[in-house]
């Protein structure tokens, strides 16, 4: 049988927008000219692999979806395209694409399971991999790809934690798979949640519904699984605006209240964020290159969650862009190229849409600091960009003993680092000035 989490996760998200009404849609969002197979299909996932080319796969209860979504002109067309292979117990979980020709899709299947299929030509032929993974009863979440090379797949547990999560990793394209080399076991009856893992650099980062966040720092090889929710409430999605900085969002259904847990250190440690503005229920995500953080909601709490709204610091406070249009999931490429699945203006069928141009363009962000690199390092040695500010550098090991101090005098543009000696693993860089504080994991190989 199914697993019950991993359907109950995508029927949670469906029924969000079965609530829909028909509102007039606010001008900063604009309709994608779109739909997929049938008129109730979510476009929940996307592959965002420049401001003009993106993929996006869909969902809908009935599994009746057998189609990706593709455009190569930032939205102002689309192509339905069709995954002709998939039997009548299989639907589409996920896409990863890394140009407009080259693109995988995991599926699963409805008893147990699951598979892999790639494309080389934008989607008019899909193929299994001649050297699949074998994910056995674990059901395919996602896969991505940093490049045409690397790429991982996760597949969550049938029934955890009597099996495990299946996560494989490829370093020729998908010719060959193999075992990822660590993996934290599974908490009982803990999946993946539906909403897309989160890729900065080398680094990937999934969240769980039982209240964990899974972080990967060598593409998805090595893996860390840290508590990020300490309430009673049920997390669903997991945004990071660079390295260091990641928010969760979790949601008490008996209440609706929501919350937001944050970290500073790439994911090791997280604590219970106070949040204040219009936080919404349906998606979360970062905005690569800003301190942007960006959320969306679909009215499944009421109907102030409605809308969507945007954080220029790391979750603190949010202000709406608008409270009229529902919308599931969010993704970004940048302040003037951001996507959600949501509904038509006139609510009889779902389509995609396009955050214009001006809603964050207009509004000033203040870039993270620059992390260090190269990261992973196969030497240990590392470069890390340095504010104008004096500094403090500190790096410690994984059990918190301090291997590297310095301080720098301002204005100063770059640090050479050193850990060419000591054991490879992950280690905490952190960054402290007058202004503030952020951590990075080190990753030496």
Do not use: C, K
């Not at 996006?56 to 599994?63: C, L, P």
């Not at 547990?157 to 996560?167: E, G, K, R, W």
């Amino acid at each position: 049988m199914t697993s019950p989490q991993f359907m109950s996760s995508y029927r949670y998200f469906l029924s969000l927008l079965l609530l829909l009404l028909t509102l007039p849609a606010r001008a900063q969002w604009v309709a994608q000219p779109f739909t997929f197979d049938t008129p109730d299909v979510l476009a929940y996932r996307f592959a965002i692999v420049d401001a003009n080319v993106l993929w996006a796969a869909g969902y809908d209860e009935s599994f009746a979806n057998r189609s990706v979504a593709l455009t190569t002109n930032g939205g102002t067309t689309w192509t339905r395209r069709p995954v002709p292979t998939l039997t009548a117990t299989e639907f589409l979980t996920s896409v990863s694409a890394t140009s407009a020709l080259d693109a995988w899709v995991t599926i699963a299947n409805a008893t147990s399971g699951g598979r892999l299929l790639h494309t080389t030509d934008g989607g008019t032929t899909w193929t299994a991999p001649a050297a699949a993974p074998n994910f056995g009863p674990a059901l395919p979440n996602f896969v991505h790809f940093f490049t045409p090379t690397n790429g991982v797949a996760v597949a969550d547990p049938l029934s955890a934690p009597t099996d495990t999560f299946a996560i494989f990793v490829t370093r020729d394209g998908g010719l060959t798979w193999r075992p990822a080399a660590s993996v934290p076991a599974p908490l009982p009856d803990e999946n993946g949640v539906v909403l897309a893992p989160v890729a900065i650099g080398n680094f990937l980062w999934f969240a769980t519904d039982e209240g964990r966040v899974f972080t990967s720092p060598d593409q998805g090889d090595t893996w860390l699984a840290a508590v990020s929710n300490t309430v009673a409430a049920e997390q669903y999605a997991v945004a990071f605006t660079d390295a260091a900085h990641g928010i969760t969002v979790s949601v008490n259904g008996a209440t609706s209240q929501q919350y937001l847990h944050a970290t500073t250190d790439g994911g090791l440690t997280w604590q219970l964020l106070p949040h204040t503005g219009p936080l919404f229920s349906a998606g979360i995500a970062g905005v690569p290159g800003t301190n942007l953080l960006l959320s969306v909601g679909a009215g499944d709490l009421g109907p102030n969650d409605v809308g969507s709204s945007y954080s220029r610091d790391f979750g603190a406070t949010w202000t709406a862009l608008e409270t009229s249009q529902y919308h599931v999931g969010v993704a970004a490429h940048g302040p003037t190229a951001v996507w959600s699945g949501a509904s038509r203006a006139d609510a009889t069928s779902l389509g995609i849409y396009r955050l214009g141009a001006t809603a964050l363009a207009t509004r000033p962000t203040a870039r993270p600091a620059q992390p260090a690199y190269p990261n992973p390092s196969l030497t240990g040695e590392f470069r890390l960009p340095l504010p104008a500010a004096p500094a403090t550098v500190a790096i410690t090991d994984a059990l918190g003993r301090e291997v590297f101090r310095t301080t720098t005098p301002g204005l100063q543009p770059e640090l050479a680092l050193s850990l060419r000696g000591h054991a490879p693993g992950v280690y905490l860089l952190t960054l402290s000035t007058a202004a503030g504080t952020t951590r990075q994991q080190l990753v030496v190989q």
